[in-house]
């Protein structure tokens, strides 16, 4: 046998378990990109799934406000928290001016167990206070809430 075909033949047998060793390289990137590709999708559906929620929930409370199944206090105080979750610019839109001077105002009022601590004399006074920035900013927050109520949330890119 000469010279050139053992070579050939050494180069035959070296090259083949280089490229089943390449094509399975390949194979395994290509299922590692399709787990990606895969867990992506997934990721995005959640994200979807989560920001169709706090639409959801945001419309729920405005409408409660405005149906007054829920003070307008506690009604600005989740809402604030809501849109900040899904989109923080949309807090401070023009539109919703009267939400935040009324969420500014109240804030620092105590809640809860902060409030259950108070005296009879201190609570009635927050609530006083409460209930007075309420009728006052009424039909502000009210139109604040409608607009809110029907806003498409446009830069909320996943739900389109």
Not at 103 to 108: D, E, L, M, P
Not at 114 to 138: C, G, M, S, V
């Amino acid at each position: 046998m000469s010279l050139s075909i053992l070579l050939i033949i050494l180069a035959v047998l070296v090259i083949i378990p280089l490229a089943w060793y390449a094509w399975s390289l390949t194979r395994k990137v290509q299922a590692m990109e399709e787990e990606q590709e895969r867990e992506e999708a997934e990721a995005a559906m959640q994200l979807r799934k989560h920001q169709e929620e706090l639409i959801s929930d945001i419309r729920f409370v405005s409408r409660s406000v405005l149906q007054q199944q829920c003070d307008i206090t506690e009604g600005v105080l989740r809402l604030e928290y809501l849109l900040k979750g899904l989109d923080p610019d949309v807090w401070h839109m023009d539109e919703l001016a009267s939400l935040r001077a009324h969420h500014t105002a109240t804030r620092s009022m105590p809640i809860l167990d902060e409030y259950k601590a108070l005296t009879p004399k201190q609570q009635f006074k927050i609530d006083k206070e409460r209930l007075t920035l309420e009728h006052d900013n009424r039909l502000t927050i009210e139109r604040d809430l409608k607009w809110l109520s029907t806003y498409s949330f446009p830069q909320v890119t996943l739900i389109q």
